[in-house]
């Protein structure tokens, strides 16, 4: 079945770690999106990217890294620098133009030892 | 720059009441126009979505109308049902590519 999977389902951080999230989709899609939520909150974009090897900024960039080696693939890293990391991490992806949907993953919900 | 407001959760309603959820955007150009719908501890669900003003976008019972006169996509359903108790999010997807989100409207339906 085509779709997005994101893993692990709960990470867990400890204080001055970098962290890792996955995000994978079979969907021939070109743009892959990361998004943040705090609970009762809306998303917020923390990165995009229309293409392989190409990303852009969205809103709360800061503390985080992005790379987009391949087409499948959007892993978002969790930085040290990010000082308020708790939240559910969304990971999209959508055909890259025009006006079709995005497609989301279950979330990764990030919690800070 | 572009922008999303939704009204302001949460919306408590009886089952078979109506629902109204307020959607303004501010866009340039000609963005295309979605409601998300998310169930809790999972990701978001496209429920519907309109291309172009004037488009009505439907979905199991729930209907949105693109107003580009009033820049407006207000979501509503003739009868509530307890299973759509969720979080609504309307968004909007410019020309390059960026999807922008409301903040989200909670609703809890009661028997």
């Known amino acids: 079945d085509g779709g997005i999977t994101q893993s692990p389902k709960y990470l867990f951080r400890k204080e001055g770690q970098n962290v890792t999230l996955s995000c994978e989709q079979n969907?021939?899609?070109?743009?892959m999106y990361w998004y943040r939520q705090d609970p009762g909150q809306g998303l917020r974009l923390i990165y995009y990217?229309?293409?392989?090897?190409?990303?852009q900024k969205g809103d709360i960039a800061e503390g985080y890294s992005v790379s987009r080696e391949k087409k499948e693939s959007f892993p978002l890293t969790v930085t040290s620098a990010q000082k308020n990391p708790t939240a559910f991490y969304l990971c999209?992806?959508?055909?890259?133009?025009?006006?079709?949907?995005?497609?989301f993953g279950p979330g990764t919900r990030l919690l800070v030892l | 720059g572009d922008s999303v407001t939704q009204m302001e959760g949460p919306v408590t309603l009886s089952e078979e009441a109506f629902l109204t959820i307020n959607c303004t955007y501010t866009a340039t150009g000609y963005p295309s126009l979605f409601w998300y719908v998310q169930y809790p501890g999972e990701g978001l669900q496209l429920l519907l979505k309109a291309t172009k003003a004037d488009d009505k976008g439907s979905n199991k019972g729930f209907e949105a109308t693109y107003r580009k006169e009033t820049t407006s996509f207000h979501l509503e359903k003739g009868s509530v049902q307890v299973s759509d108790s969720a979080v609504y999010f309307c968004?909007?997807?410019?020309?390059?590519?960026?999807?922008?989100f409301g903040p989200g409207t909670s609703l809890s339906v009661i028997p």
């Open positions: 990217s229309q293409i392989v090897n190409d990303f």
């Open positions: 969907l021939n899609h070109d743009a």
């Open positions: 999209a992806s959508a055909p890259r133009g025009g006006s079709e949907t995005q497609y």
């Open positions: 968004a909007l997807k410019t020309s390059y590519d960026k999807v922008i």
